[in-house]
């Protein structure tokens, strides 16, 4: 088992160890300080996704935004691995049905169906990350592969990739590899860690 693996291993134990009162608390806590950020709410396509495994949930954010002109979407997990992702709109009618993983996903249609470059803002899921914006994901690198062309940018412009992330998840330093995308920012129960000045996000802020 190699670092990442064990890292993994470790914090998602740590993570399912909280009761759900203690992870409802948390992610209140987090889908409150984002929005007090009012600044990432100024274009309204913002992907959240369903929480798995012990993750923090961005569900409350739904209602603290019920008076801002935003629109969610949730990740859909493409038929083959090499595939990005696509969002579809999550709305009070949305009918669900569960991937292969056991995660609901909105049933899409193209009506309701946006790709990743239509998006303004994604609230991502992880199970580490670092000073620096690098992220620890589940292994599976659907992330990755959807938001890779970001990485052909000299800047980062659209989406902002925000993680949400308990404070034990972070991880004085992960080793990259070429095709992980670094964050924009993580935000936590404590803290935003705002990582705008990466190289490649010299123009990127919350």
Same mark, same amino acid.
């Given at each position: 088992? !190699?670092?990442?693996?064990?890292?993994?291993?470790? /914090?998602?134990?740590?993570?399912? +160890?909280? #009761? @759900?009162?203690?992870? *409802?608390?948390?992610?209140?806590?987090?889908?409150?300080?984002?929005?007090?950020?009012?600044?990432?709410?100024?274009?309204?396509?913002?992907?959240?996704?369903?929480?798995?495994?012990?993750?923090?949930?961005?569900?409350?954010?739904?209602?603290?935004?019920?008076?801002?002109?935003?629109?969610?979407?949730?990740?859909?997990?493409?038929?083959?691995?090499?595939?990005?992702?696509?969002?579809?709109?999550?709305?009070?009618?949305?009918?669900?049905? !569960?991937?292969?993983?056991?995660?609901?996903?909105? /049933?899409?249609?193209?009506?309701? +169906?946006? #790709? @990743?470059?239509?998006? *303004?803002?994604?609230?991502?899921?992880?199970?580490?990350?670092?000073?620096?914006?690098?992220?620890?994901?589940?292994?599976?690198?659907?992330?990755?592969?959807?938001?890779?062309?970001?990485?052909?940018?000299?800047?980062?412009?659209?989406?902002?990739?925000?993680?949400?992330?308990?404070?034990?998840?972070?991880?004085?330093?992960?080793?990259?590899?070429?095709?992980?995308?670094?964050?924009?920012?993580?935000?936590?129960?404590?803290?935003?860690? !705002?990582?705008?000045?990466?190289?490649?996000?010299?123009?990127?802020?919350?």
């Amino acid at each position: 088992m !190699n670092s990442k693996q064990n890292l993994r291993k470790l /914090i998602r134990e740590q993570r399912r +160890s909280l #009761t @759900a009162r203690q992870r *409802d608390h948390l992610s209140k806590q987090m889908c409150a300080r984002i929005a007090r950020l009012t600044n990432i709410f100024i274009n309204n396509k913002i992907a959240i996704y369903w929480p798995f495994d012990g993750e923090v949930s961005p569900l409350p954010l739904i209602h603290k935004c019920r008076k801002q002109p935003v629109k969610f979407y949730l990740p859909s997990l493409p038929h083959f691995k090499w595939q990005p992702m696509h969002f579809c709109r999550f709305t009070p009618k949305s009918r669900f049905e !569960n991937n292969r993983f056991g995660i609901p996903e909105v /049933i899409s249609t193209r009506k309701c +169906s946006i #790709t @990743a470059k239509e998006l *303004d803002v994604v609230l991502m899921p992880l199970v580490g990350f670092d000073s620096r914006g690098n992220r620890l994901g589940m292994g599976g690198g659907f992330y990755d592969r959807t938001f890779s062309y970001l990485s052909n940018r000299k800047s980062l412009h659209k989406p902002k990739l925000i993680g949400l992330a308990y404070e034990f998840q972070h991880i004085d330093n992960l080793e990259s590899e070429p095709w992980d995308i670094p964050l924009t920012a993580v935000v936590t129960e404590k803290a935003v860690y !705002n990582f705008s000045k990466h190289p490649h996000m010299e123009r990127h802020s919350l």
